[in-house]
C-alpha cells in the first residue's frame, strides 16, 4: 500500500535504533507491583483481540474500553510498547490513510485521534487525557472572500513530545522533537523542535532542555 505522499506503508516503521530492546521491557515488567503486571497482561490481551485492526504486530497495551476504526484501505502502524490508554477513541479513514504510533509513546484516557490522511506521532511521546488530534474538519467550507477552504492536511509529532491534557492539535501541523506543549493548548501552526509552546492559539513561550517521563 502507499499512502498519500507516496511512501509505502511498510517502510512506516520505526528506525532499528528507535526499537527498544526486550530486555528492557521484561527488566522493566518484573519491577513494577502485582497489580501493574495485571493491567498490562490484559491490556496485551485486549490489543490481541483487536490485533486485526494493527497494521504491524509489535506488542503494545491497550486499555479498556478503546474504540479503534479503520476503513478500508486506511492502515495503523504502532512501534514497540506503546500504550493506549482507557476510552480513547481511533479513527483512520480510507484509502492511503495512515496513523503511525512511535515506540513507547504513551496516549492518555479519553484522547481522540483521528487521521483522514496521515497523522504520524514520533517515538516516547506522552500525550495527555482527553486530548484531540485530528488532521480534517470532516465537513467542507466556503468563506466568503477566498472560496473553499482547505479541509484536511497531514499531522507530523516528532519524538519526545509531551502533550498536556484537554489540548488539540489541529490539521496541517508539524511540532518538532522535544517540544513540550502545555495544557489547554490549540496548536494551529507549526512549532519548532524544544519549544515550550501553551495558549489558544499556541504560541512558543521558551526552550526546552529537557523533560522527565
Known sequence: MIDRVGTPVSEMSPPVE????????????WRIPLREKRQMIAGFLRFLWQIRKFD???PIVLGPRVD??????GSIVAGRGVRISQRCVLRVGGEGSLL????????????????ATQVRIGARCMISWNCS?????GHRLWLENTGESEIEAPITI????????????????TIGDNCVIGAG?????????N??????????????ARWER
Request: hydrophobic share 40%; glycine share 12%.
Open 133 to 137: 488530534i485530528f488532521d480534517s474538519i
Open 195 to 208: 519549544s515550550l509552546v501553551y495558549g489558544n492559539p499556541a504560541r512558543p513561550a521558551g526552550k526546552v
Open 100 to 115: 503511525y504510533i512511535g515506540p513507547r509513546t504513551v496516549i492518555g484516557p479519553e484522547t481522540r485521534i483521528m487521521a
Open 56 to 58: 504491524s504486530r509489535e
Open 68 to 73: 479503534i476504526l479503520k476503513k478500508g484501505g
Open 185 to 193: 493548548s490549540v496548536v494551529r501552526r507549526d512549532m519548532p523542535p
Open 18 to 29: 528507535y526499537q527498544p530492546e526486550w530486555a528492557q521491557f521484561w527488566r522493566q515488567f
Open 158 to 173: 516528532g519524538s519526545d513530545v509531551w502533550i498536556g491534557p484537554y489540548s488539540i492539535i489541529m490539521k496541517g501541523v
